[in-house]
């Protein structure tokens, strides 16, 4: 199972990036998704899920409004699109799958079964 986020890079405040986890060996239509992030000397933080459905998204309040998550189970893929950015937006990204079957408040406690490697996007004037 391979996880692989990409698409960050360097813009300034205000910009737009679209983020892409592309997934090889996992049948994504039975997992939640999702993307932390984790900033320089700070926890890892959850920033939104997508349920194995679908149907349901969910963010963290620091980024409601700016970011859209979307999946594409056809093509096992979710994708994080980030408008409005903002400095402390500055980070790694990473993206998470599981638990199998699971919900997205298990994903967001970090109950993941796989992570991806992450991207780095930073916001800077």
């Known amino acids: 199972v391979q996880l692989q986020a990409s698409g960050g890079g360097l813009v300034q405040p205000g910009d737009s990036l679209r983020l892409t986890c592309a997934t090889s060996?996992?049948?994504?239509?039975?997992?939640?998704m999702g993307w932390f992030r984790q900033a320089p000397g700070k926890d890892r933080e959850f920033v939104a899920t997508?349920?194995?459905?679908?149907?349901?998204?969910y963010y963290a309040d620091s980024v409601k409004g700016r970011f859209t998550i979307t999946r594409d189970n056809t093509k096992g893929t979710i994708y994080l699109q980030m408008s409005s950015l903002k400095p402390e937006d500055t980070a790694v990204y990473y993206c998470?799958?599981?638990?199998?079957?699971?919900?997205?408040?298990?994903?967001?406690?970090?109950?993941?079964?796989?992570w991806g490697k992450g991207t780095q996007v930073t916001v800077s004037s």
């Open positions: 998470a799958a599981g638990p199998r079957y699971g919900t997205g408040p298990q994903l967001r406690g970090g109950a993941a079964d796989f």
């Open positions: 060996g996992i049948n994504t239509s039975i997992y939640p």
């Open positions: 997508v349920t194995w459905k679908g149907g349901g998204t």
